[in-house]
DNA sequence: TTTT
DNA sequence: TTTT
């Protein structure tokens, strides 16, 4: 059992790329997920937690999702290592997706000033998406 | 092991109450949350799931959800039964909310039409709202 | 976003049944999951959840479980009503498997007694299956 | 919303120790946890996560759990740096416990060979113990 | 109607 | 650096 649900909010634009391989779609990510016990001593207040996207699920966060909207994210814990330029293995674990939830819309560029909309709710006839049509993929093919 | 995680909307307004005993706050809703896989055979295409929220977060419930507001719940399922007028017995199986999320905002009477606003996001100086803050209650004490 | 998962244990041992239209296999079964704060004062001490099985997991649930046993589960908490023999209308809340994990093993009739196994660890060769390869089907087609 | 789930075995015995401040309890250990869909081609079949149990816990977990043990956790994802010996910002992803279960039970040196116990099961007279009385301790103390 |  |  490997379960893990997020809600939190973009640190900078999705970054999309396709693996070489199958050319199938990956979305890359990191969601600053506020904490809920604020110690008035501790600095940090959010944890920032790397997010893999896959498939159809990829293209569609990146079209949508922009630096700082929310994001509901469920998935699994992966975990993985590769070789860094001095030579030492470094370990990353990171979030897989299952499933995406776009609780605020935006695309890049898009709500930046003016008055662009950002909202998600009955006046910008937003609604929750929520896909599910991820395609787990081979570790070795990872383009990153 | 008992943990549940929600994203969905008010079927209505939330319902505040008090504890005969010990007069603590306690809030009940229905939550519609959108299913995944809707094939087009399926006429119903959400669950709507009864939630109770205990302590200071049922009144912040009661006091920034309303119906079609959406928030994030995590808690656990509870099953409780009690005697019916008939005499029969009936069973009911909820969530007990541990951690609220509101990710819409908007008070019962807000957002109703003209220009109310509604929207959560950087414009509306919303944040979500994250609460742990209840105190779980002996469930003879429910009132309802 | 609609996520559920618990570890408890069987209350009686699974019903496996087959939709009368395409004759998928579907086990019904409730969990008795331990609370985690056990108040002197409350009578009751675990919740009774009642859990929906899907498919090849169905079988492999009738099979390998049985009334005491432990058990994992993941996924997601399904609402419907029914017509009660009296008129009314009941209104079910149950989850619907989307994940099993046998965490001790034994069908129906074994270890009652004298020396039957029971354990999940090393001596008993066993480990932790998971299986997810459940046939979401229509609600209609529920054969209860 | 931060919320995860894991059920999975310990890659060694765990290490409990104190906070150099407040002496409060805290045990590190890794879950490895099998992968549901194991591709042939996927040499690696299980995720390997680091896991931090503070408080009470964090003891009956060093006194009871084992490498090799079955365990059940739940808590969230937290995100920390630190500054390696070659000077480099090393970032660390890892599971904050909030409730652990022991699925099997057995300290270290038990359960080795001939016929030590390990079953976790009526004959054992064993049963999932599941505790939450972890005190959360400031990052600055974790004492590695 | 409930399990260890 | 990994468990069954």
Redesign the pocket.
Known sequence: MNKVVLIGRLTKDPELRYTPGSGTAVTTLTLAVDRRFTKDTQQKEADFIPVVVWGKSAESTAQYMSKGKLMGVSGRIQ?R?YEAKDGG?R?VTEVVAEEVQFLEWGAKGQNSGEGGFGGYGKEDSGFGSSFDDMTPVDDGEIPF
């Open positions: 975990t290592s293995r370990y």
